[in-house]
């Protein structure tokens, strides 16, 4: 039995790059023709110009944050979705809320290759712990599943000791949901002497994934790995048995780029997560999450040969008030883009006997920051102070803004 869900997952980075972006020009066409919303964004898209990461980022952003507001004029979708709500398989909401369409067919939200990765094959049972209500993370789980052969206990969250006894009965291979919550299964099984021992595999997902609560359920048995998705896209990336990193989904053009903008940022500098999806249903284009994650180098020990992401590095807006008014990191990248001589910067906030100060770190060669404290000012409407910091000393974790002062 292959290693790997299909031959996709080991193409040549080239080959890769020429079939996606060549699906990428007729997911344009679709997103134009049938999303409301891309039929206005991109109307004056050259859509043949678009083979290349440099002409991807020439397109506009779509923000997670704005869903609500797009959502609330044009409801249910706000003109993102491709399909009529009737025409779909399932509408689900989640916090905010916001609706995520999903299309038919098999395995809709591509979640198959994480769990073959993580060592799921057919003819196992899964005990999905994913909420079932209303979000789409259990059925993403569950068509994902089904899609490599394997049966699937809908536990949902909750009911802790009926989910052991489950368990002990059924016997389930492996376990879906929240690294925490498999940690309560598991010592609830040892709490009650029931025989959880089958579960010896999970994919989870959801939460932050700790070094020292991998090992703490790999010390009762249970290999884990972990994927990352959102209920707007479906999978983005997922870990293999070889770690190191989370493997972009073949499904899916990941970007990293400056917090605010939709500038692409180098190999390695940490920043905002944007994806591009191949879903015809819901066409997401530069889709930016409001994750922040970093590019690894090389390829994975497993083989796989897809760029490879850091993880889930924290939240990329990073908005906040000063003397009661709202900065936001794209007025940050403002003021660098009228300053060519700054490579980075980084707006600290901070408090100075009880008022709030702004600081701009700038990475540069030049000694004259008044013609930069001048466009601070502008920019923002309001005074701040210029620093000069050494070319490549600002921390790299994807902070444009930093707000260091202390809630009292």
């Not at 979708?77 to 398989?89: D, S, V, Y």
């Not at 896209?233 to 053009?253: C, K, P, Q, T, W």
């Amino acid at each position: 039995m292959s290693d790997y869900y299909d031959d996709l997952e080991t193409r040549d980075a080239g080959a890769r790059e020429a079939a996606q972006f060549a699906d990428l020009r007729s997911q344009i066409v679709n997103a134009r023709e049938n999303a409301p919303y891309f039929a206005n964004s991109l109307a004056s898209v050259d859509v043949e110009a678009i083979t290349d990461r440099t002409a991807l980022a020439s397109l506009p952003v779509v923000r997670k944050s704005d869903l609500l507001d797009f959502q609330a004029g044009d409801p249910p979708f706000g003109g993102l979705a491709a399909e009529a709500p009737g025409n779909l398989a399932r509408i689900f909401q989640s916090p905010g809320p916001i609706y995520d369409a999903e299309g038919h067919g098999r395995d809709p939200w591509r979640t198959a290759r994480a769990f073959y990765a993580a060592g799921f094959r057919a003819g196992e049972v899964v005990h999905n712990t994913f909420a079932y209500h209303l979000t789409p993370a259990g059925v993403m789980v569950e068509t994902g599943a089904h899609a490599i052969g394997c049966a699937v206990i809908p536990a949902g969250t909750g009911n802790t000791e009926l989910q052991v006894r489950a368990i002990a009965d059924i016997r389930p291979a492996g376990y879906a949901g929240t690294p925490s919550f498999l940690k309560a299964l598991l010592e609830k099984g040892a709490e009650q002497g029931a025989d959880l021992s089958s579960l010896t595999k999970a994919a989870v997902a959801g939460e932050a994934l700790p070094p020292s609560l991998r090992a703490e359920i790999a010390g009762m048995g249970v290999a884990v790995v972990q994927w990352y998705g959102t209920a707007d896209l479906g999978l983005i990336a997922y870990e293999s048995a070889g770690g190191e990193g989370l493997i972009v989904d073949e499904g899916v053009i990941v970007e990293i780029v400056r917090p605010g903008t939709g500038d692409p940022v180098a190999e390695g500098e940490v920043g905002e997560v944007v994806v591009t999806t191949s879903n015809r249903t819901y066409p997401l284009i530069r889709f930016a999450t409001g994750d922040l994650s970093a590019v690894m180098t090389g390829t994975s020990p497993c083989g796989r040969t897809n760029v490879r992401l850091k993880g889930w590095m924290g939240r990329a807006d990073q908005t906040t008030k000063v003397k009661g008014m709202f900065v936001h990191p794209s007025q940050v990248a403002d003021v660098v883009k009228r300053h060519p001589e700054v490579a980075r910067a980084r707006l600290v906030v901070d408090q100075e006997d009880g008022k709030d100060v702004m600081t701009l770190m700038c990475e540069t060669a030049e000694s004259d920051t008044q013609a930069i404290a001048d466009t601070l000012q502008a920019v923002t409407k309001m005074r701040g102070r210029v620093e000069v910091a050494t070319p490549g000393s600002l921390p790299n974790d994807g902070k444009v803004i930093d707000d260091v002062r202390s809630i009292t």
